[in-house]
């Protein structure tokens, strides 16, 4: 199974982010938290920000869009270069045309859940969505706690993906992934594992991901 792992630049050190962003570069993608201070309680990087660290990184850019108007502002960061682009289920009013919005700018388009929100209210969008994130924290903060409770999840969604034929999407997790918990939400089915302070705390970076794969590999 193809593995991915994702590094988390929230958990960087925003002083130096160019090295920070090169640091990871043995990683898939390079996640790029958005915040706006409305959808959850923080703020991150700016759009004019977030260009910049699309058009510096050396690995496809994931961005994950926290923010309460994604229906109108997801294109725009498909449009500045994500590889991917992810926006929340509980912000879209219309996350059909959103999806179809971030694929016609070229990126692959991924739908985001918050850990109350069930894998049944967006079962509907799977044959159209490239990625499913199922978020294993509130959403806001690096360096929390995984949610075990949110592997039901994860196992619900995996077991309707293999249901499905064609290109299947990716089942990305996102909170509290480490070298204690990434086996745990693999062996739920997720292939795509987000890790912001698992690899931005650790001295060698690019072991960090080469041992989060291999924890991956289930
Ligand atoms: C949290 C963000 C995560 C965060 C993960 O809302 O979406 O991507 O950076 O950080 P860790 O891996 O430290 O939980
Ligand atoms: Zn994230």
Known sequence: MAIRICPSILNADHTRLSDEIQRV??????HLDVMDNIFVPNQTFSFDECKE???SSPIPVDSHLMIIDPDQKAELYAHAGSANVTFHFEASKDPRSTIRKIKAAGARAGLAVKPKTNFEEVREYLPEIDMLLI???????GGQSFM???LVKVEEAHKAIKEMTGDLPWLQVDGGISLDTIALAARAG???FVAGSAIYKSSDAARSIRELRELAQV
Do not use: N, W, Y
């Not at 570069?25 to 390079?30: G, H």
């Not at 978020?135 to 903060?141: A, D, K, R």
């Open 25 to 30: 570069a043995t990683a898939d993608l390079l």
């Open 53 to 55: 660290i699309i058009r």
């Open 135 to 141: 978020m294993t924290v509130e959403p806001g903060f």
């Open 148 to 150: 075990a409770d949110q």
């Open 190 to 192: 997720a292939d795509t």
